[in-house]
């Protein structure tokens, strides 16, 4: 069990900046992927950015250029930095860890909310 808790959401004008933070504990296993998800209502759950702890990224294609994946492997934490937000990038933000050590090991954060108002 892996669990995930997230941080640094809130509410801010378009063009402006939030960090988020979520911190992994349990039974974390070195080889991993972490990253952020986000739901909006009414739609469904995208893929924001992911980052293995190799340090290989991947991002959602309306992200690029503005959010910044980044993770700190010994305090098992990672960030999303988010730059010149929009409105469209308000939702509900998850934090995700996946591992494949003996079995898949697949966790989900709470959640925080970023609204970004215009």
């Known amino acids: 069990q892996v669990q995930l808790v997230e941080s640094g959401g809130g509410l801010v004008q378009a063009g402006g900046s939030l960090r988020l933070s979520c911190a992994a504990s349990?039974?974390?296993?070195?080889?991993?992927?972490m990253g952020w998800y986000r739901q909006a209502p009414g739609k469904q759950r995208e893929m924001v950015g992911t980052?293995?702890?190799?340090?290989?990224?991947n991002y959602l294609d309306s992200v690029k250029g503005r959010f910044a994946i980044s993770r700190d492997n010994a305090k098992n934490t990672v960030y999303l930095q988010m730059s010149s937000l929009k409105p469209e990038d308000t939702a509900f933000y998850y934090c995700?860890?996946?591992?494949?050590?003996?079995?898949?090991?697949?966790?989900w954060g709470q959640g925080t909310q970023v609204t970004v108002s215009s």
């Open positions: 349990g039974s974390i296993f070195r080889i991993n992927t």
């Open positions: 980052m293995t702890s190799g340090g290989t990224t």
């Open positions: 995700n860890y996946i591992s494949y050590y003996r079995g898949t090991t697949l966790s």
